[in-house]
């Protein structure tokens, strides 16, 4: 039992979180460990004070203090308007590494049981779309921007792989779709390939995304950690919850470089708000996380225990258990009383599936942060050629007609037309098929030499343009770095 006290940010969060949260609060307690427990507020109620962050000040700068949260659920808002609470949470402190352990749980019936599933999914959690880059550029068309940057994809994929290392696994799966994304997944699989060489021990193989989830479905067993940007990310894990048992089982952990939040996966569940029926197991096993990142690792291993064990000797069955094997939901324990039971058992050890315990046992150490170490030298020897300019246009006119008055416009200049597109597919010159079109088209202009762009060049080219098409809505440049097009062709190109 440690004697030292630690100082955590609890936020109890919305719909079924306070009673989670206080699951999580009375077991550590009782595996003796001392918080002193810094209460804040996020989500619902914030947003209905009128803070559109749903996060406000005083929670802001208590995180800042402790460094350490533990969360229940926050409610979203859903579709146009407020961000969500938890999103904003992850990037206001960086914690770039979500990570979501699914492991096959005595007593929770499953139809991998006995299989062995046993994996770790570490989704990055600050970049990709979630960045929240949205625009309407029409009145009919979203888009959104897919944000994939070394640094971020750096950090996360070498954090998986020492958590592999910290725990003694054996193999590290990137799961990306860089068969279609090749700037954005593509760099996130190259990145991978990069570092998966400084662990040579530890199995490193790449499959695309869609693959995962079929190979998930079909036998999760052969995965160990899977490591993958945030929305795919936040997709297989929820997959890789419902193999071992459901939402209510699932716990995860977000690490930065100086905070770390602890949660549940699951979402606020309103229907069961206040009940007393919502199983606890998910945010109980999040504060042995938090536990083992507090340097607890003996308590930590206390707790999974007990729940393991409580699960495995079947004395206290929440209701979505119950409902899953088919039992009566009126003989189900509350989840007051599956806590009550969680604490009783610790101090005891499951007979069956034991629980995994860390390689590194002895300090039960967090897994050792990344270090970040491009200087401006490196970004300094990058050759780079801005080569063009692609400039969207939002125009009734079919690119047949576009074309010839674009050419035009370029005429004589550093720039000739190379395309025009409709949603990635090429348009103009004619390939033969024609692409229903938005009303939203891009013009590709590239120098006529493959020579370096200057942007006085660029900036004449665009006015020019927006001179005959007052519904251009964005440009973008377009550059070679390193000799490599930092740009992707069109459909059809
Ligand atoms: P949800 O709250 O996770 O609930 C979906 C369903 O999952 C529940 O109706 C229930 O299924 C089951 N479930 C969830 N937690 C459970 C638990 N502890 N024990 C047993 N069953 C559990 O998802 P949602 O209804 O889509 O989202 C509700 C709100 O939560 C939304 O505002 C959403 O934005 C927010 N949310 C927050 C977080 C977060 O804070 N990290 C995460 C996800 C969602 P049955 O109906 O089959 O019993």
């Not at 035009?408 to 390939?431: C, D, M, N, Q, W």
Request: hydrophobic fraction near 40%.
């Amino acid at each position: 039992m440690s004697s030292a006290s630690h100082r955590v940010t609890v936020i109890p969060g919305d719909g079924v979180g306070p009673e989670v949260v206080r699951a999580g609060v009375r077991v550590i307690e009782a595996a003796g460990v001392r918080i002193d427990w810094e209460e804040a507020a996020a989500g619902a109620s914030v947003f209905e004070t009128g803070d559109t962050s749903g996060v406000p000040a005083e929670t802001r700068a208590s995180i800042e203090r402790t460094k350490v949260v533990l969360k229940g659920p926050l409610e979203t808002p859903v579709g146009f308007g407020e961000k969500s609470a938890n999103v904003t949470l992850r990037k206001l402190f960086e914690t770039y590494a979500n990570v979501r352990p699914a492991r096959e749980l005595p007593g929770v019936p499953t139809r991998y049981a006995g299989e062995g599933v046993d994996m770790i999914i570490v989704r990055e959690n600050v970049e990709d779309l979630y960045a929240g880059i949205e625009h309407m550029v029409t009145p009919d068309v979203g888009q959104c921007l897919k944000v994939i940057s070394r640094k971020g994809s750096e950090k996360v994929i070498r954090y998986a792989f020492e958590l592999a290392r910290r725990e003694g696994r054996g193999k590290v799966t990137a799961a990306t779709k860089a068969n279609i994304m090749k700037m954005t997944e593509g760099l996130f699989k190259k990145v991978f390939e990069e570092l998966a060489l400084e662990y040579p021990e530890i199995k490193a193989e790449h499959l695309i995304i869609d693959n995962v989830a079929h190979q998930l479905a079909k036998d999760p067993a052969q995965f160990d950690i899977v490591v993958t940007t945030n929305l795919n990310g936040d997709i297989i894990s929820d997959l890789a919850s419902g193999l071992v048992g459901g939402l209510g089982f699932a716990s995860s952990g977000n690490y930065g470089d100086t905070v770390a939040i602890f949660e549940a996966v699951h979402g606020s569940a309103p229907k069961y708000a206040g009940k007393d029926v919502i199983n606890p197991t998910a945010l109980i096993l999040s504060s042995a996380m938090m536990l083992r990142h507090l340097g607890e690792g003996a308590a930590a291993n206390r707790v999974e225990d007990a729940v393991l064990v409580t699960l495995e000797e079947g004395t206290a069955t929440t209701q979505d258990l119950v409902r899953q094997t088919g039992g009566d939901v009126d003989t189900a324990a509350s989840t007051t009383g599956f806590t009550d039971a969680v604490i009783t058992n610790l101090g005891r050890g499951p007979a069956t599936l034991k629980a995994r315990r860390p390689a590194v046992a002895a300090a039960n150490p967090p897994v050792p942060l990344p270090a970040w170490s491009y200087s401006p030298d490196h970004y300094a020897a990058i050759e780079r050629r801005t080569v063009g300019l692609d400039i969207f246009i939002e125009t009734e006119a079919e690119a047949d007609r576009l074309g010839p008055e674009l050419e035009g416009i370029a005429e004589g200049g550093p720039f000739e037309l190379h395309f025009i597109e409709s949603r990635g597919t090429k348009v103009y010159p004619s390939v033969g098929l024609s692409a229903d079109g938005v009303r939203l088209l891009r013009a590709r202009f590239l120098t006529r030499d493959g020579g370096a762009a200057a942007d006085a060049d660029l900036l004449a080219l665009q006015g020019r343009v927006a001179a005959r098409q007052p519904g251009w809505t964005h440009i973008e440049k377009l550059h070679v770095f390193d000799g490599a097009d930092g740009f992707t062709k069109a459909q059809g190109e």
